[in-house]
């Protein structure tokens, strides 16, 4: 039986029906209607709308349900059901006979749809915590190996200064631990129960809202039954976060790609997360990084389809809002199945540390240390960068680093040098200049990553605390 045939005189078109139905996409949200409904019922019963015998039966028949359908997943294909709350009452029905029809009493698909779409979300911001948690500490374990040994850090992909590897993963390590406030700042919003809000008025029977809400976990009820049964605000925040991450992420690959080229060899891309060329036969090929780097884009390209799918919307509920659920799965789809590709890849690659701690040592990237120098003994900053910058130039034309200028040529650029000025510019003496909170010199850095273990520590007691 249709949910809603009663007031038709005519059948769908079966082509436009099959079109329509979403059961095909949103038979994913099963156990969380299956949830929903149970509360709905227990609510129901306290409203006086169903007896005790009626509460047990039904509630018999959603356990019994959701029994079935982990034992049998395959029992959803085929279904003719219009949507994921058609098919529960279907097989309710099927179950306990015409009692299942009351479980509707009160409601309506508008608040479940919205109901379980906040349960999913729920759920994944606690599943992909976990993963990135995993990444983060991936991060730091490999910073930690990394002890003092430098590369060079680039503005504008040319060398700038030196830095600690580890101030280098470090890094990634912030922008991923951001992505897990981000999402922890999602579910704020999404852990919000719209049940009792009926169609778009609230509903028609006295539901105890807050129980409701209690009862499957939620922080707090919402306000407004319009905004209520018309809000998505939760999908597009989420994926916007997980665009973001998608985003952190490529970035990541693009520089691991580009680290493990033989032009930079500062990363050696571990063969079982490569690939050969079917024609030449000396290549290793970086797949992992590289459809790591295009995935993002799929995810970017969910959050704009959500967007400019509610941009238009009247309230409240409209149909459309039903084209929001493939984009959110996809994402989270996208994103879950990378996540834990990238964090074994991270764990098997292997750094070229003495490649990168070479590439630290030339190319001028003691140059603002050089500068420093001269500023330490009164030379206005500008002046002591016009200096270096004419015995850089004189290097060039030398084919040497600034280390092997004599102090007679640093001279004519400076009566400031001294023989301290060699030992101010040695590799060492840069990284140990930078020494801000958040800069590179090593003991900064071991702050930094003491700070970090913290981070993933109440990181993991959060996963930890998850039902
Ligand atoms: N499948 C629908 C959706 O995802 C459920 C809500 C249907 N509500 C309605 N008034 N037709 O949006």
């Not at 608040?111 to 995993?134: C, F, K, P, S």
């Not at 503005?155 to 981000?182: C, G, K, N, S």
């Not at 130039?393 to 040529?409: G, R, V, W, Y």
Request: one cysteine or more; proline letters at 4%; hydrophobic letters at 45%.
């Amino acid at each position: 039986m249709k949910m809603w045939s009663g007031r038709f005189r005519q059948p769908l078109d079966p082509k436009f029906d099959e079109w329509q139905r979403s059961f095909t996409f949103d038979a994913r949200l099963l156990p969380f209607e299956i949830a929903a409904s149970s509360a709905h019922a227990r609510a129901l019963k306290s409203a006086g709308v169903l007896t005790s015998d009626e509460l047990i039966s039904i509630l018999e028949g959603l356990d019994q349900l959701g029994k079935k359908l982990a034992a049998s997943p395959e029992l959803v294909n085929n279904a003719d059901a219009e949507d994921v709350h058609h098919f529960v009452e279907q097989q309710l029905v099927a179950l306990i006979g015409e009692t299942g029809y009351k479980l509707h009493s009160g409601r309506s698909r508008n608040e479940q749809i919205a109901t379980d779409l906040r349960l999913y979300v729920r759920e994944a911001i606690g599943r992909l915590r976990t993963d990135l948690a995993e990444l983060c500490a991936v991060l730091i374990e490999c910073a930690e190996h990394s002890g003092n040994s430098a590369m060079p850090v680039y503005t504008h992909l040319q060398r700038a200064e030196p830095v600690l590897v580890a101030h280098w993963l470090l890094a990634y390590f912030e922008m991923f631990i951001r992505d897990t406030e981000r999402l922890a700042d999602c579910l704020k919003r999404a852990n919000v129960c719209p049940l009792g809000s009926g169609a778009a008025a609230g509903a028609t029977l006295p539901l105890d809202r807050r129980s409701l809400a209690s009862e499957l976990g939620f922080d707090s009820i919402t306000a407004n039954s319009i905004d209520a049964t018309s809000d998505r605000d939760f999908v597009l925040e989420f994926v916007n976060a997980l665009s973001l991450l998608g985003l952190h992420l490529s970035r990541w690959a693009e520089e691991m790609i580009l680290f493990s080229s033989e032009e930079f060899g500062f990363v050696r891309l571990p063969e079982s997360y490569s690939t050969g060329s079917s024609a030449m036969p000396q290549k290793k090929n970086p797949d992992l990084l590289e459809l790591t780097r295009a995935k993002a884009g799929r995810v970017i390209g969910n959050a704009t389809t959500l967007l400019i799918t509610v941009k238009g919307l009247p309230l409240a509920y409209n149909k459309d809002l039903q084209e929001t659920q493939e984009p959110l799965f996809d994402a989270v789809d996208t994103i879950e199945s990378l996540l834990p590709v990238v964090t074994s890849w991270m764990r098997s690659a292997e750094l070229n540390h003495e490649r990168m701690q070479e590439a630290a040592q030339s190319g001028f990237m003691n140059a603002w240390a050089a500068a420093t120098y001269l500023v330490k003994r009164g030379v206005p900053a500008r002046l002591a960068h016009e200096a270096i910058g004419k015995a850089v130039q004189l290097c060039i034309a030398q084919n040497c680093e600034l280390a092997d200028l004599s102090l007679n040529q640093l001279r004519g650029f400076s009566p400031k040098f001294n023989q301290d000025f060699y030992d101010s510019i040695n590799l060492n003496a840069v990284l140990a200049i930078h020494d801000v909170c958040g800069g590179t010199a090593p003991a900064k850095v071991k702050q930094a990553l003491a700070d970090a273990r913290q981070k993933i520590e109440s990181l993991r007691e959060w996963v930890n605390a998850q039902p």
